[in-house]
C-alpha cells in the first residue's frame, strides 16, 4: 500500500512535467513538492529528501540540456537520475562481475 502511494505521487510529479508547455521555475518548485511529499508519505528522511530537492532544483536551473535534448526531457532525466540515486545508495547493492 505504502509503495502504491509512493508511486501514485511520483507518478503525477512526472506527469507534470510531461504535460507542461514550458519548463520553469514555478514547474519545477512544484514537481519538487510533489516528489517530497510522496517522499515523506513514505517514511524516507527528512534528510534525504531535502538533499535530493537540492540536488534536483541545483541541476534543473544551472545545467543546461545537452543538444538535440528539449529542457522538459533534460529535467525527466535528472528527477530520474536523483531518483535512482537515492534508491542505490539506500539498498546498498554491490554488483559482483
Request: proline share 5%.
Amino acid at each position: 500500500m505504502m509503495l502504491e502511494k509512493l508511486s501514485d505521487g511520483l507518478q503525477s510529479a512526472v506527469s507534470r512535467i510531461i504535460g507542461a508547455k514550458r519548463i520553469d521555475e514555478t514547474l519545477v518548485n512544484d514537481v519538487i513538492r510533489d516528489i517530497q511529499r510522496a517522499l515523506l508519505g513514505a517514511d524516507v528522511s527528512v534528510k534525504l529528501v531535502f538533499e535530493l530537492s537540492n540536488r534536483i532544483k541545483k541541476r534543473a536551473f544551472e545545467e543546461k540540456p545537452p543538444p538535440g535534448t528539449t529542457p522538459k526531457s533534460h529535467v525527466l532525466r535528472i528527477v530520474y537520475e536523483e531518483l535512482v540515486g537515492i534508491v542505490g545508495n539506500g539498498l546498498n547493492i554491490e554488483l559482483k562481475p
